[in-house]
């Protein structure tokens, strides 16, 4: 479809204009975050998020003429998403770590931290347990 060429042809684009490249896990991030993500980054480094089909697909085509990319291959899995830049590394990351903000969880969502809940009294009766 145009949609996926369009991605396509812009991702291309981004892995032949920047030599630098941050993955970022994006499970449990919202959409506003990402945005201020962007805004703040606007300038200095460009953010795409999308279809790992069509990372690994565009990788894939692009390992020929830039072999170190094929090492990314392993990494495109789950959420992740790509912040290129041709500027400071460390710069971009910290940027992103100011971004950075804890939520609260969702019904059925997994911890990304361990929880120890200590044993005793609560406030909640026999029948609510």
Known sequence: ???RQA???KLERLFRSYNKI????VDNVGSTQIHECRKALRGEAEMILGKNSLVKRTINLLGEEFPALLALLPIVRFNVGFVFTNGDIIKVAETLMANKREAPAK???LSPIDVTI????????????
């Open 1 to 3: 479809t145009i949609g």
């Open 7 to 9: 991605y396509l042809a």
């Open 22 to 25: 941050v993955i970022v896990g």
């Open 107 to 109: 019904p059925g969502q």
């Open 118 to 129: 200590p044993a005793g009294p609560t406030a909640m009766l026999p029948a609510d347990t």
